[in-house]
């Protein structure tokens, strides 16, 4: 073998040990992993099992607010939330079918919501108005027309 083969061959597998070594270090030592790992919930069964059996905007503290939601081809469950300004929110977030993504305009909420596991997302909106939601993952033929608002007063 010529000697910048080997030479460009051991940086470049250099460089994957040194990116997988920094994106472990990231999931594991940081906990910057994705936290949807960590509830799961039978698919099938999400409209019997709480807080899903009751999808809906519910007031937890004296500032504080809960949007359990679930996502299904092609739509937010539920799909007119109203939140007052300056409150924190925590969305609880599953899946009924497929793969779908939960991403919020003029946030950074950007969070894939995968069947059979939980996915939570604390968020204070401090500007009122309508925040588009969309689906961000290809769930099928009506993927494009899944999308919803959130109006912060
Ligand atoms: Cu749901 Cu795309």
Redesign the pocket.
């Known amino acids: 073998m010529h000697r910048s083969e080997k030479v460009w061959l051991a940086l470049s597998f250099g460089m994957i040990m040194g990116f997988m070594i920094f994106t472990g270090y990231q999931t594991f030592a940081l906990e910057m992993g994705p936290p949807s790992a960590k509830e799961t919930i039978d698919p099938q069964r999400v409209d019997e099992i709480a807080p899903f059996n009751e999808p809906g905007v519910k007031q937890v503290g004296e500032n504080e607010y809960e949007v359990v939601m679930t996502?299904q081809?092609?739509s937010f469950t539920p799909h007119d939330i109203e939140i007052p300004a300056g409150a924190k929110v925590t969305f609880i977030l599953t899946s009924k079918d497929?793969v779908?993504?939960f991403q919020v305009a003029e946030t950074n909420i950007n969070a894939m919501v995968v069947p059979g596991h939980i996915q939570r997302i604390t968020q204070t909106f401090e500007k009122p108005g309508e925040y588009l939601v969309l689906?961000?993952?290809?769930?099928?033929a009506g993927?494009q027309m899944?999308a919803t608002t959130i109006k912060v007063k």
Not at 135 to 140: I, L, V
């Open positions: 996502l081809i092609f497929v779908h993504g689906c961000n993952e290809y769930c099928g993927h899944m």
